[in-house]
């Protein structure tokens, strides 16, 4: 299992987590998905969903 993860919604990279002791943090690769900054996440998979959530917002 990795540790680190990128997060793609579409063709849009929209940042990596990184796995820490307390779960899955996000950091933004763009603007777009600065809301998720800093965010722990359970898995990578909880962290694309709220990425493309977000995107979907748009």
């Known amino acids: ?3 680190r ?3 793609e919604v579409g063709s849009q990279q929209a940042g990596i987590v990184v796995r820490g ?3 899955y943090r996000f950091f933004a690769a763009s603007q777009r998905f600065q ?3 800093g965010r ?3 898995n990578a ?3 694309e969903r709220a990425a ?3 995107l ?3």
């Open 21 to 23: 002791p307390e779960g």
């Open 35 to 37: 809301q998720l900054e």
């Open 52 to 54: 493309a959530r977000l």
């Open 45 to 47: 998979r909880e962290a």
């Open 5 to 7: 993860y990128i997060i």
């Open 1 to 3: 299992m990795s540790d």
């Open 40 to 42: 722990i996440f359970r």
């Open 56 to 58: 979907e917002a748009a």
